[in-house]
Antibody, heavy 118, light 110 residues
Framework: QMQLVQSGAEVKKPGSSVKVSCQASGDIFSGDAISWVRQAPGQGLEWMGSFIPLFGSSNYAQRFQDRVTFTADKSTNTGYMELSSLTSDDTAVYYC???????????WGQGTLVTVSP | QSVLAQPPSASGTPGQRITISCSGSTSNIGRNFVFWYQQLPGTAPKLLIYRNDQRPSGVPDRFSGSKSGTSASLAISGLRSEDEADYYCATWDDDLRGDVFGSGTSLTVL
């Protein structure tokens, strides 16, 4: 079972960007996708998009299309999610997850809390 | 507003059987696999059911999933205190061309 370890908590100013990392214990360039899901305080899960490192292809949720970028580094088996133009509404825990071809999120990172505050 | 509707809460007593529903449409549940996730307080979600009714290794057979038409259900039998958690259904939506989650159900074991 692939383990995913995410970077630590971040505090950001409105209008700035944040980049969260997700290091995998196995090869993320095998064909599976790395997906990003966020959870605002007291709220449900929200899918942000998925990235297939093997093909370098991304599928972003409509509402994040213009300000999110997914990348990956093969040398360290690490995926990245960068979100720009932050507002207080972006305060949330951000999770990475391994998405299998079945469509399920089989493994999850521990989550990264991003707080946007003046 | 989620495209998959779940009851916000559910409850049961130890040993009881409960079900959690997930209602969607032809563009999502109607044409795609349904998955269920369990999120214990303060932790990351965990895959509970995949491909409508399959359990990953390590998930007790007290948990079962089913799908019919544009709805799906998660059943938990022999309810235990450690089952107290939030439960989310999820699937792919062909119209949105993305993954979608249900609104989540908070289960209380009385």
């Amino acid at each position: 079972q692939m383990q995913l370890v995410q970077s630590g908590a971040e505090v950001k100013k409105p209008g700035s960007s944040v980049k969260v990392s997700c290091q995998a214990s196995g090869d993320i360039f095998s064909g599976d996708a790395i997906s990003w899901v966020r959870q605002a305080p007291g709220q449900g899960l929200e899918w942000m998009g998925s990235f297939i490192p093997l093909f370098g292809s991304s599928n972003y949720a409509q509402r994040f299309q213009d300000r999110v970028t997914f990348t990956a580094d093969k040398s360290t088996n690490t995926g990245y999610m960068e979100l720009s133009s932050l507002t207080s509404d972006d305060t949330a825990v951000y999770y990475c997850a391994r998405r299998r071809n079945y469509g399920d999120f089989a493994s999850w990172g521990q989550g990264t809390l991003v707080t946007v505050s003046p | 507003q989620s495209v998959l509707a779940q009851p916000p809460s559910a409850s049961g007593t130890p040993g009881q059987r409960i079900t959690i529903s997930c209602s969607g449409s032809t563009s999502n549940i109607g044409r795609n696999f349904v998955f269920w996730y369990q999120q214990l307080p303060g932790t990351a979600p965990k895959l509970l059911i995949y491909r409508n009714d399959q359990r990953p290794s390590g998930v007790p057979d007290r948990f079962s999933g089913s799908k019919s038409g544009t709805s799906a259900s998660l059943a938990i039998s022999g309810l235990r205190s450690e089952d107290e958690a939030d439960y989310y259904c999820a699937t792919w939506d062909d119209d949105l061309r993305g993954d979608v989650f249900g609104s989540g159900t908070s289960l209380t074991v009385l």
